[in-house]
């Protein structure tokens, strides 16, 4: 049973090009969780999925992100027109039910914009 | 607001010593979970150890124990006969709904 998938482990984006996160979660578990990480800093909650709808997007910034988790395939986590700012790793978990459970992270994508 | 206060950025122990790191949090709710993740090189977050509020005793882990102190708001993680992989960041983290909120860190260091 293989864990949370990311990948790309590692994306190096020009600024103004768009980036594409892909996770795929445990099997059975159908919520996922996109997560940033600011270097020297703890992970930041950006978005809460369930299959085909989008629960919690309080942590999203309002422009140039948004995610999907189609009811085949990952979850993807878009950036549109990558800012430096963007540079972080971006990790995704998932759950079997809510993530007071227990909740399995990905090892990350870590996104490099230059 | 959910917060959560890790005040050691730095902490550094001998092997086969012990450790404690702190971690002090802020909320209103009476009913949620506690959680220390490590995170190595690899950048994989790994669960260290969980704590339910609802719940008086402290969980263990093996080596690995906590000592919750719901009035004081306090959760901090103690690592008993250190050893070399251990050494990582550690985040604490706090849920009670969707979403986590995590701490800074704590880089620990293992001095062999």
């Known amino acids: 049973n293989a864990g949370v998938m990311q990948n790309p482990r590692h994306l190096v984006r020009r600024r103004g090009q768009e980036a594409r996160l892909r996770c795929s979660p445990m099997?059975?578990?159908?919520?996922v969780y996109w997560y940033r990480q600011l270097p020297e800093e703890g992970l930041k909650f950006m978005v809460y999925?369930?299959?085909?709808?989008?629960?919690?997007e309080s942590g999203m910034p309002k422009e140039r992100f948004s995610a999907e988790f189609p009811k085949e395939g990952p979850s993807i986590l878009r950036i549109q027109q990558v800012v430096r700012g963007d540079s972080a790793a971006y990790f995704c978990?998932?759950?079997?039910?809510?993530?007071?459970?227990?909740?399995?992270f990905g090892q990350g994508t870590r996104l490099t914009v230059v | 607001a959910q917060t959560v206060t890790q005040s050691q950025p730095e902490m550094s122990v001998q092997e086969a010593e012990t450790v404690t790191l702190s971690c002090t949090y802020d909320?209103?709710?009476?009913?949620?979970?506690l959680f220390w993740y490590k995170q190595p090189p690899s950048r994989q977050m790994i669960l260290v150890i969980r704590q339910e509020a609802y719940k008086q005793q402290n969980a263990t882990e093996n080596r690995f124990s906590v000592n919750f102190q719901k009035a004081a708001k306090s959760f901090s993680l103690k690592i008993s006969d250190s050893q070399l992989g251990d050494a990582a960041m550690y985040f604490c983290a706090y849920t009670r709904g969707n979403q986590f909120y995590f701490g800074t860190g704590t880089s620990l260091t293992v001095i062999p």
């Open positions: 978990a998932s759950s079997r039910s809510t993530v007071n459970t227990e909740a399995f």
């Open positions: 099997k059975g578990h159908s919520h």
């Open positions: 999925l369930q299959k085909e709808n989008i629960i919690d």
């Open positions: 909320t209103s709710e009476s009913d949620y979970y």
